[in-house]
């Protein structure tokens, strides 16, 4: 199974940005649409973003859209989290995973359709 690693997170203030990047060991990455979710503590995983295998549908969830924009390039087997505007509220680790499951376009917001996740990367945002 395709393994996963997460890099770029840090600490930033209220307002500022990040890059998250998502990468792959191998090219069958390209085969499958890749999510990025969050779990701040004492909270349950979140949904944040995801993005189909070709890279033509993006979807977000609502208390990010218009702030972050996920991306990918398969050449490079990467996903990356743009995010921009950050809000202390979004902070907490971030995780990508790979989704295993079928009916993405139905389910692509419940963590449970991914898998080979990664071991996360931190976010702080301090207002």
């Known amino acids: 199974q395709v393994q996963l690693v997460e890099s770029g997170g840090g600490s930033v203030q209220a307002g500022g940005s990040l890059r998250l990047s998502c990468v792959a060991s191998?090219?069958?990455?390209?085969?499958?649409?890749v999510g990025w979710f969050r779990q701040a503590p004492g909270t349950e995983r979140e949904f944040v973003a995801t993005i189909s295998w070709g890279g033509e549908s993006a979807y977000y969830a609502d208390y990010v859209k218009g702030r972050f924009t996920i991306f990918r390039d398969n050449a490079e087997k990467t996903v990356y989290l743009q995010m921009n505007s950050l809000k202390p509220e979004d902070t907490g680790v971030y995780y990508c995973?790979?989704?295993?499951?079928?009916?993405?376009?139905?389910?692509?917001?419940?963590?449970?359709?991914?898998?080979?996740w990664g071991q996360g990367t931190q976010v702080t945002v301090s207002s």
């Open positions: 191998e090219a069958s990455f390209s085969r499958y649409a």
């Open positions: 995973g790979a989704h295993l499951a079928g009916g993405f376009y139905l389910n692509y917001s419940d963590y449970r359709g991914y898998g080979s």
